[in-house]
């Protein structure tokens, strides 16, 4: 396994921690105010969190995917990273 696809699986470690949180915030607000947009925002949360750890999953297991090309991984690991800034962004403006 590369570097850059460490690098990718760390960040959707630290991804799928801030969509727990992100999702937990918005589970406890539709059981507060029972809005269908919060409803909403749990399953895309929980959607994200299944999409992240597939991908943590993928990462160990197929990484032929990526071995041959280290541009391929450099992409990879910046669009992780790019994820991580967006929910970074948006579990501090939840949980404000």
Aim: cysteine-free.
């Amino acid at each position: 396994m590369g570097p850059w696809i460490l690098v990718a699986t760390a960040l959707s470690v630290v991804n799928v921690s801030f969509l727990l949180v992100l999702t937990l915030i918005w589970v406890r607000n539709y059981r507060t105010f029972g809005s269908e947009m919060t409803a909403g925002l749990a399953v895309f949360g929980g959607a994200m969190i299944l999409e992240n750890l597939v991908a943590i999953y993928f990462f160990f297991s197929s990484g032929m995917l990526y071995v041959d090309s280290h541009r391929v991984q450099q992409l990879v690991a910046s669009l992780r990273a790019l994820q991580t800034v967006a929910l970074a962004f948006l579990t501090y403006v939840t949980a404000k």
